[in-house]
């Protein structure tokens, strides 16, 4: 199982970035997906989790309204919209795939990808 991660760059506070995590080796819809990040010198934090079949998806508070994750588990894929960026969203950002339902901790997920970097000029 890989996961790929992709999409990640330098943008402006106020611009908009497009995520983008493919999976190879898996059946995507056997697996709740979530994005993560970590910032220079912080934890790992929970940003976005989407369920297998995209019936329902949670938000950490800071992104609710600016962040959007939707998949798509035919083409193995799952994104992440991200508008309205500031200066605290530069991270680097992993996606994680849990084979049964998402979560919102890291420890419950088995499969990792290598992280794209965002970075958020102010």
């Known amino acids: 199982v890989q996961l790929q991660a992709s999409g990640g760059g330098l943008v402006q506070a106020g611009g908009s970035l497009r995520l983008s995590c493919v999976g190879s080796g898996l059946t995507l819809g056997d697996y709740g997906m979530a994005w993560f990040r970590q910032a220079p010198g912080k934890e790992r934090e929970f940003v976005a989790g989407?369920?297998?079949?995209?019936?329902?998806?949670s938000y950490a508070d800071s992104v609710k309204g600016r962040f959007t994750v939707s998949r798509d588990n035919a083409k193995k894929r799952m994104d992440l919209q991200m508008n309205s960026l500031k200066s605290e969203d530069t991270a680097i950002y992993y996606c994680a795939a849990n084979y049964g339902p998402y979560a919102n901790r890291d420890t419950q997920y088995e499969y990792w990808g290598q992280g794209t970097l965002v970075t958020v000029s102010s």
């Open positions: 989407i369920s297998r079949m995209s019936y329902s998806t």
